[in-house]
C-alpha cells in the first residue's frame, strides 16, 4: 500500500477533524434553535443621509437621491462581514432536508425629520437544492459557505429589485410631501430560516 493511500484511507470522511467540527457546529446551531435560543439570521445594512437636497431640486434628483442611499445600504449589507455569518450559518439550513431555506429581502425607508410613516417592502425568496448545485458549478467548491454566500448575494441583488418595484409608489408619495427634506435612512435586510 502506497504512502498516498494509505493517507486517503487515514483521513476518510467520518475521521476529518474539519467535518467532524463542521458537524458539531451544525448539531449545536441546531440545538439553539430548538431551544428558541437566539440564532443570528440576519444581515443588515443601513445607511443614513443627512445632506439635506436643494430646496429647489427636482424630483428626479431627490428620486436618485433615495437611490443612492438605497444602494450604499444594499452595499454594506452585501458584504462578507454582513452575509458572511448567515453564509456560515447556511450550513446547518443547508444541511436540512435537501438544502431547502426560506428568506425575505426587506427595505425599510425611514424619513427621520418628517412624520410620515416609514416606507417598507419585503420579496420573499427560497433557497432549493438545485441552486446549491449550480452555485458549486460556478464557484467550483464544495465549500458550503462559499456557495451561500454566492446564492444569498443573488437572492439579495433581485429581492432588492423587486421591493423596491413595490416601494416606488410610495416612495414618490413620499416625495410629493416633502419628506425626504431631510435626514433619511435607509435599512436593507436579508432574514434567512430553514424551511419547515
Request: charged share 35%; aromatic share 6%.
Amino acid at each position: 500500500m502506497s504512502t498516498s493511500t494509505a493517507l486517503k484511507v487515514f483521513m476518510s470522511y467520518r475521521t476529518n477533524p474539519d467535518r467532524i467540527l463542521d458537524n458539531i457546529d451544525r448539531a449545536r446551531n441546531r440545538a439553539a434553535e430548538a431551544a428558541g435560543l437566539y440564532v443570528e439570521r440576519q444581515a443588515v445594512g443601513r445607511e443614513l443621509d443627512t445632506e439635506m437636497p436643494d430646496v429647489d431640486a427636482t424630483t428626479t434628483e431627490r428620486m436618485k437621491r433615495i437611490f443612492g442611499i438605497l444602494e450604499r445600504a444594499y452595499m454594506k449589507c452585501a458584504q462578507r462581514a454582513e452575509l458572511g455569518r448567515l453564509a456560515s450559518r447556511f450550513q446547518a439550513v443547508g444541511d436540512i432536508h435537501h438544502h431547502h431555506a426560506r428568506g425575505d429581502v426587506s427595505i425599510s425607508i425611514q424619513y427621520m425629520d418628517h412624520e410620515r410613516y416609514d416606507d417598507v417592502g419585503v420579496s420573499p425568496f427560497e433557497i432549493r437544492s438545485h441552486q446549491v448545485a449550480d452555485a458549486k458549478k460556478e464557484t467550483k467548491t464544495s465549500r458550503a459557505d462559499v456557495n451561500a454566500l454566492k446564492i444569498l448575494r443573488d437572492e439579495l441583488r433581485s429581492g432588492i429589485r423587486a421591493t423596491y418595484q413595490k416601494l416606488e409608489p410610495r416612495v414618490k408619495d413620499a416625495l410629493r410631501d416633502r419628506a425626504d427634506m431631510g435626514h433619511v435612512q435607509v435599512q436593507v435586510t436579508v432574514d434567512l430560516r430553514p424551511a419547515e
